[in-house]
């Protein structure tokens, strides 16, 4: 099991889960653990139905209708956040732990203006008046980079660009000053250039004010551009985690080879693209052992058993059998300019 960090802000710890689907049981969750140290952006990456944003709705117990939790926890602090009450965890959302989701434009309501929206959060928490609460969603829109943050607010859902919707997004996840802030999958959709500006914003965002971010993205690119610690996720299991240098330089469980692998061959726009052969197993019909197994070039007899996750450099952990035995990769990954040293 993932080890405990001195800095810890919050911890997903060995968490199971299913939805409950007609065609059976989908085990979504699979005795996930994920460490969020205090201060730093933690990548959550892996592929569609990984399991990803459902480990990260847990932190805030945002949890579909059709989602059954069968054991394990989530702290944040020293607060237990499965046994919040109702009110407890009202306060709690927002004010401790946010989110902006992935889906800006439906997320946003088209009935209101954005400073209507974002002054409503504020005073869901603060005891402000709509005037300070106006100023205080005037700043807070400077601060996401919105070149006229006044006129923006006056704004409605329907008259802003992918790229003004995302940043109105983030801005109403942060205008509270939570201490941890879950950004889900903020790049998606974006054009490369509007991409590239969000991943701008949101560092100096993150440096501007030290704040922790769990950041969910499929894209090992964005996670090379803004994260310190890496989970890669697969098929509701935690396959690796680490610091990003360690574990995009020294990869230490095959999933993330291959996922690497795969997003070389994008990045470095030579020879053919190369996709993970295979497809992620049935989750209502887990098999046994690794589920990575049927997908792995490095698969052996012992893939059979689950493997346990091991720690193969200090605060570096791996879910294989053969994670020590892994040669450390000759040459340091190289993405969109990725905070590596080699």
């Given at each position: 099991?993932?080890?405990?960090?001195?800095?810890?802000?919050?911890?997903?710890?060995?968490?199971?889960?299913?939805?409950?689907?007609?065609?059976?049981n989908?085990?979504?969750?699979?005795?996930?653990?994920?460490?969020?140290?205090?201060?730093?952006?933690?990548?959550?990456?892996?592929?569609?139905?990984?399991?990803?944003?459902?480990?990260a709705?847990?932190l805030?117990?945002?949890?579909?209708?059709?989602?059954?939790?069968?054991?394990?926890?989530?702290s944040?602090?020293?607060?237990?956040?499965?046994?919040?009450?109702?009110?407890?965890?009202?306060?709690?959302?927002?004010?401790?732990?946010?989110?902006?989701?992935?889906?800006?434009?439906?997320?946003?309501?088209?009935?209101?203006?954005?400073?209507?929206?974002?002054?409503?959060?504020?005073?869901?928490?603060?005891?402000?008046?709509?005037?300070?609460?106006?100023?205080?969603?005037?700043?807070?829109?400077?601060?996401?980079?919105?070149?006229?943050?006044?006129?923006?607010?006056?704004?409605?859902?329907?008259?802003?660009?992918?790229?003004?919707?995302?940043?109105?997004?983030?801005?109403?996840?942060?205008?509270?000053?939570?201490?941890?802030?879950?950004?889900?999958?903020?790049?998606?959709?974006?054009?490369?250039?509007?991409?590239a500006?969000?991943?701008a914003?949101?560092?100096?965002?993150?440096?501007?004010?030290?704040?922790?971010?769990?950041?969910?993205t499929h894209?090992?690119?964005?996670?090379?551009e803004?994260?310190?610690?890496?989970?890669?996720?697969?098929?509701?299991?935690?396959?690796?985690?680490?610091?990003?240098?360690?574990?995009?330089?020294?990869?230490?469980?095959?999933?993330?080879?291959?996922?690497?692998?795969a997003?070389?061959?994008?990045?470095?726009?030579?020879?053919?693209?190369?996709?993970?052969?295979?497809s992620?197993?049935?989750?209502?019909?887990?098999?046994?052992?690794?589920l990575?197994?049927?997908?792995?070039?490095?698969?052996?007899?012992?893939?059979?058993?689950?493997?346990a996750?091991?720690?193969?450099?200090?605060?570096?952990?791996?879910?294989?059998?053969?994670?020590?035995?892994?040669?450390?990769?000759?040459?340091?990954?190289?993405?969109?300019?990725i905070?590596?040293?080699?």
């Amino acid at each position: 099991m993932i080890g405990m960090a001195p800095t810890c802000l919050a911890r997903i710890d060995e968490l199971v889960g299913y939805f409950e689907t007609v065609g059976g049981n989908l085990h979504a969750l699979n005795g996930v653990t994920i460490p969020i140290e205090e201060g730093k952006v933690t990548g959550l990456v892996g592929e569609t139905g990984s399991g990803k944003t459902i480990a990260a709705l847990s932190l805030l117990r945002l949890w579909p209708n059709n989602f059954r939790y069968v054991s394990g926890s989530v702290s944040f602090r020293d607060v237990d956040v499965l046994a919040l009450r109702n009110e407890e965890l009202r306060r709690y959302r927002g004010h401790k732990v946010s989110i902006a989701f992935q889906d800006p434009k439906a997320s946003l309501n088209p009935l209101f203006t954005v400073g209507e929206q974002l002054g409503r959060v504020l005073r869901q928490h603060a005891p402000v008046s709509k005037e300070e609460a106006a100023a205080a969603v005037v700043d807070v829109l400077e601060r996401v980079q919105i070149a006229d943050p006044a006129g923006t607010a006056q704004l409605y859902a329907h008259e802003l660009s992918g790229g003004m919707a995302q940043r109105v997004m983030i801005a109403m996840s942060v205008i509270y000053h939570p201490q941890l802030v879950i950004l889900d999958e903020p790049t998606t959709g974006l054009d490369v250039t509007v991409q590239a500006e969000v991943i701008a914003m949101l560092r100096d965002l993150v440096e501007g004010s030290g704040m922790t971010v769990l950041l969910i993205t499929h894209d090992l690119g964005v996670v090379g551009e803004l994260c310190d610690k890496v989970a890669v996720m697969y098929a509701g299991h935690v396959m690796e985690y680490g610091d990003i240098a360690d574990v995009f330089e020294h990869p230490s469980n095959p999933y993330t080879r291959e996922l690497l692998r795969a997003t070389e061959s994008v990045e470095g726009g030579v020879g053919d693209l190369y996709s993970i052969p295979g497809s992620v197993p049935d989750l209502r019909h887990v098999p046994p052992g690794c589920l990575f197994r049927a997908r792995c070039p490095s698969a052996a007899q012992e893939c059979f058993e689950m493997p346990a996750s091991i720690e193969v450099s200090a605060g570096h952990w791996s879910t294989c059998h053969f994670a020590a035995g892994f040669q450390r990769r000759e040459t340091p990954v190289q993405l969109h300019g990725i905070r590596s040293t080699g």
